[in-house]
Nanobody, 126 residues
Framework: QVQLVESGGGLVQAGGSLRLSCAAS????????MGWFRQGPGKEREFVAA????????YYADSVKGRFTISRDNAKSTMYLQLNSLKPEDTAVYYC???????????????????WGQGTQVTVSS
């Protein structure tokens, strides 16, 4: 059973940065396409970024493109999300997700993913 654990959330001022981590265990991390989603107060869960299992192809939501960077280190079974130029509207619980994937395919729908972490809170103050 694959387990995903997020860390790195916190309180930051607008314009600041954070780096989220998602540590995987219980399965072959290199076989999984991965993604980040977020759910703000009173909002539905939304796609943030995705990375393929091979060749590290990435895809971003328009709202975070140019500010956030997704990456992975298969040797450490860990995925990252670098959040720069944070805005108050980025406030949300951030979730990492994983699924068995095709080589360089990224997945943007929450329903595509098999495994989920418990989430980490990111709060951006104005």
């Amino acid at each position: 059973q694959v387990q995903l654990v997020e860390s790195g959330g916190g309180l930051v001022q607008a314009g600041g940065s954070l780096r989220l981590s998602c540590a995987a265990s219980g399965g072959p991390f290199g076989s999984y396409a991965m993604g980040w989603f977020r759910q703000g107060p009173g909002k539905e869960r939304e796609f943030v970024a995705a990375i393929s299992k091979t060749y590290a192809r990435t895809y971003y939501a328009d709202s975070v493109k140019g500010r956030f960077t997704i990456s992975r280190d298969n040797a450490k079974s860990t995925m990252y999300l670098q959040l720069n130029s944070l805005k108050p509207e980025d406030t949300a619980v951030y979730y990492c997700a994983g699924k068995s994937g095709v080589y360089y395919t990224t997945y943007v729908r929450a329903t595509d993913y098999e495994y989920w972490g418990q989430g980490t809170q990111v709060t951006v103050s104005s």
